[in-house]
């Protein structure tokens, strides 16, 4: 190939594309004859796009053909690598085919091609051409990263509305969203097991037969009990504190089930179980690792609020930490275990689609690393202590690599773009900010590449979902930006359809609550400051208070009031959003449509009621009402009964 290369790296040609003079160098023009499998034909970076095509040997049907290369900064990232596509045929026998790139990486920038890789994955085989060949750019300047749009609106504080909404009363959203979410805790299923979540009232033993949802998720179990837990620890009713005390011994004791299931696939990272808690074997994204995390946090944080009220410490070790001595019924060191053995493998993300390094799950794993090495001291575990501080730091480590200085934002994952999702943007990094921070000023809701990502995050959608351009509810009252998983979605709640992806109930509701935490977390630092990266957050969310950078702003002072004003408005503002889409009786599905707002997918979410009520928890916690989640939990729920 180096024959090759050097007889045709000198021919440089002009074209004109899109108004522009683009400088293409050709490599080779022809099949290859010299017994390679793989060989780029030519490439060119004009207007900030770069343009290539290589020759591939017909080894077998499923490729992957991906170039890789460095950087404006000179550096090789698993971000610095652009995927081609089929184009034709070649040839009557079609032994070769052309494969083609048209991608913008003018974000990243780029100096040089350093290797072009064939994956010929029907037959396990890897082919590639080593290059070393310096690009320079050509055309019309590359565009720039857009700067933030002008706020449609400036919502100011709390609303009426909301807090009505979510008061504390017989109808309204968050005793609608308390009874239903517990309805799908030990559902009311012949042979569902003790402890167990039932996804959604979707799939075979409800009305709503699609999507099928009828499992116990790892993570959405974890999560909806990690709200229990918030419950349990806020309560002073003697009934109703034993109520969520027993549902979280019987979660610990289902999860330790699902440890010891014979036919786990892929460790403890197995993503669902079927409701009397065996194991889903079958085809599925896996493994997803998070989940040990998740459910290592909510039994130690249970556990610590059970020993502060008086519980026995040998019933701690029995039931929830010690899997050495009691591996049929207490889960947490053994999932605290697999945490330290596993975060630096790759896992499938949240949404189970994507197998990768995510931002989210380093989070969740790095939170229970962090508790579980103090956890393991208090229940007298050194050894244990020590191998999950150790995994600690490392893992904290590689965090600032998630930080992507060309783009602003925190990479939802750290490789390259993965089902289309070139805007790198997934509120799954905000979900990692909610549910993985450990309290320790390591990427925390005031953190500025937090900020930045939530800012990047929630206007990419603006212009993706049509009822984007309802700005306001029929009172006036500003309405946030309906939030989805990530700009590029194709999953409408039944399937995947272009342009398919909806808002949903639950990243809705968690752009809130971050705004809500932050507001608290600036209250609590006395502060705010602000930083390049940071600005364009506040220019958006606060705009009223005109904030500058390198200015440190005193709390109570008028402008750190009109920027908390603008971080709380905005809060309800999203959460209004919520509100407008709900259905009248206070259902929430798992989506609402982008056209028609109405709602979608899988019937009674039950991670969307959870998110409404954590978000009404951060809110209230904001606001100073340090009764509002001890007078919700001791309203006690109404246990459920296999009919």
């Not at 770069?50 to 460095?70: E, F, G, P, R």
């Not at 028609?596 to 904001?622: H, I, K, M, N, P």
């Amino acid at each position: 190939m180096r024959n090759i290369i050097a007889a045709f790296a000198g021919l440089v040609f002009a074209g004109t594309a899109y108004g522009q003079t683009c400088q293409t160098t050709t490599l080779t023009s022809s099949v290859p004859t010299n017994g390679t499998e793989v060989a780029l034909g030519s490439y060119s970076y004009c207007g900030g796009t770069l343009n290539a095509t290589a020759y591939i040997a017909n080894l077998d049907y499923n490729k992957v053909v991906s170039l890789y290369y460095t950087n404006a900064q000179g550096q090789s990232t698993p971000l610095s690598v652009v995927t081609f596509g089929y184009s034709s045929s070649i040839g009557t026998d079609g032994s070769w085919e052309l494969w083609t790139t048209s991608t913008p990486i003018y974000i990243d920038g780029i100096t040089r091609l350093l290797n072009l890789t064939f994956q010929a994955t029907d037959i396990g085989q890897t082919y590639t051409q080593t290059l070393n060949l310096p690009v320079n750019a050509t055309g019309a300047a590359a565009p720039t990263l857009a700067s933030p749009p002008a706020p449609y609106a400036t919502p100011r504080g709390f609303g009426d509305d909301i807090t009505t909404w979510l008061s504390i009363n017989i109808g309204s959203e968050l005793e609608t969203a308390f009874q239903k979410m517990f309805v799908n805790i030990n559902p009311a299923i012949t042979g569902a097991a003790q402890g167990v979540v039932v996804a959604a009232r979707s799939g075979p033993s409800y009305v709503n037969l699609d999507p099928d949802y009828e499992y116990n998720w790892v993570r959405d179990a974890s999560l909806t009990m990690d709200v229990v837990q918030m419950l349990y620890s806020a309560s002073t009713k003697v009934k109703a504190q034993k109520q969520y005390e027993d549902v979280l011994f019987q979660y610990a004791g289902a999860r330790a089930t699902e440890q010891n299931d014979p036919n786990l696939q892929t460790g403890l990272g197995e993503p669902k179980f079927y409701l009397n808690n065996t194991i889903f074997s079958g085809p599925w994204g896996r493994p997803q690792n998070d989940g040990p995390a998740t459910s290592a946090i909510t039994l130690m944080e249970f556990a610590n609020d059970y020993l502060a009220n008086g519980g026995s410490m040998d019933t701690v070790k029995q039931k929830i930490y010690d899997s050495t001595a009691f591996p049929s019924a207490a889960p947490v060191q053994k999932d605290l275990l697999f945490v330290a053995s596993n975060w630096t493998s790759p896992s499938f993300d949240l949404w189970e689609e994507e197998e990768s390094d995510h931002f989210y799950t380093r989070m969740v794993q790095r939170r229970a690393l962090v508790m579980g090495a103090a956890f393991a001291t208090k229940m007298g575990d050194s050894s244990t202590s020590a191998t999950l501080s150790a995994a600690a730091s490392a893992l904290s480590a590689t965090l600032s690599q998630f930080w992507d200085p060309n783009r602003h934002i925190l990479l939802y994952e750290y490789g390259p773009v993965l089902h289309g999702k070139s805007s790198y943007l997934d509120i799954a990094v905000v979900l990692g900010v909610i549910h993985g921070y450990a309290g320790d000023g390591v990427y925390g809701f005031t953190n500025d590449e937090v900020l930045s990502s939530a800012l990047r995050i929630a206007i990419s959608f603006i212009n993706v979902y049509p009822i984007a351009n309802k700005t306001s509810d029929s009172s006036g009252n500003v309405l946030g930006i309906p939030i989805g998983r990530y700009p590029e979605d194709v999953y409408n709640g039944y399937g995947t359809v272009d342009n398919g992806g909806n808002p949903w109930y639950l990243c809705t509701a968690a752009m809130a609550q971050l705004m809500y935490s932050a507001s608290t977390e600036f209250a609590d630092a006395g502060s705010i400051s602000i930083s390049n990266v940071s600005k364009p957050f506040f220019d958006y969310f606060a705009p009223a208070a005109k904030l500058q950078v390198g200015q440190n702003y005193a709390y109570g002072s008028q402008k750190y009031n009109q920027a908390i004003n603008g971080l709380n408005g905005w809060g309800d503002a999203f959460m209004r959003t919520v509100k407008y889409y709900t259905p009248s009786n206070g259902t929430l599905s798992e989506e609402f449509n982008r056209n028609t707002g109405v709602a979608q997918g899988a019937a009674d979410l039950t991670w969307s009621y959870a998110s409404v009520l954590t978000a009404a928890f951060a809110r209230a916690e904001t606001r100073g009402q340090k009764s509002y989640v001890k007078n919700l939990a001791n309203l006690g729920f109404q246990a459920n009964t296999v009919s």
